[in-house]
């Protein structure tokens, strides 16, 4: 059974300029997360897929944005990067009719903004 | 009240010491808990999850009190390994989605 996946690890950007993380999911489950996290800060909930279509969204700025494809794979863009978006991305997989069994996390993708 | 408060330590306790966290939680209508752990600059993982009166695993244990809405996580006989931050995870909706994150609590375990 495979983890979740992301890539890259690590990124550097300059402010203005637009990313995209990519996340693969947990063999057989079927929703991706994705959270924010900032320096000495929990996770942050940035969005939710489910079945391709968003399902869940915390208090993110529409230049934040999202797929999920069949495969159950998905990207984060971010447009017009800020300073402030330096964190640490997080995806997690999980099933959504399973709530009991968590979250699986990716081991991450460091975005530094300059 | 704050969806997820947890006390940020940090808790710095010698090998062998019993030591408690506690986390409030604002959702009464939530149904599943969860505490996972996170090493410096690493990803979180699950710990425990608690979906009752409470759950214990070994050294941890995780306890529930759903009238007053807070969760706690017991750890007995702490190892130098044991030494990371601990965070408090809620969902946010009745259909336990998605999960909110606590900022966590930072243990440091002493030799």
């Known amino acids: 059974e495979t983890g979740v996946t992301q890539s890259p690890t690590h990124l550097i950007k300059t402010r203005g300029q637009q990313v995209t993380l990519r996340c693969s999911s947990q063999s057989g489950h079927n929703t991706v997360s994705w959270y924010q996290q900032a320096l000495g800060q929990g996770p942050q909930f940035i969005f939710q897929y489910y079945r391709e279509e968003e399902n869940g969204r915390g208090n993110f700025p529409p230049r934040f944005s999202g797929l999920q494809f069949p495969n159950y794979s998905s990207e984060l863009n971010v447009n017009a990067l800020e300073l402030d978006d330096s964190a640490l991305y997080l995806c997690?997989?999980?099933?959504?009719?399973?709530?009991?069994?968590?979250?699986?996390f990716g081991s991450g993708t460091r975005l530094t903004v300059v | 009240r704050k969806e997820v408060e947890q006390d940020p330590g940090p808790f710095n306790v010698p090998e062998g010491a019993t030591v408690a966290f506690n986390c409030t939680y604002s959702?009464?209508?939530?149904?599943?808990f969860f505490w996972y752990r996170q090493d410096c600059r690493k990803e979180p993982k699950l710990l425990m999850s608690?979906?009752?009166s409470g759950n214990e695993d070994g050294r941890f244990t995780a306890q529930l009190n759903r009238a007053s809405q807070y969760i706690s996580l017991l750890i007995r006989d702490s190892k130098l390994s044991d030494s990371a931050t601990y965070l408090c995870?809620?969902?946010?909706?009745?259909?336990?989605?998605?999960?909110?994150f606590g900022k966590g609590t930072r243990l440091s375990v002493i030799a």
């Open positions: 997690a997989s999980s099933l959504l009719d399973r709530p009991n069994y968590g979250y699986t």
């Open positions: 608690v979906y009752s």
């Open positions: 959702n009464s209508a939530s149904q599943s």
């Open positions: 995870v809620v969902p946010r909706n009745s259909g336990n989605t998605p999960l909110v």
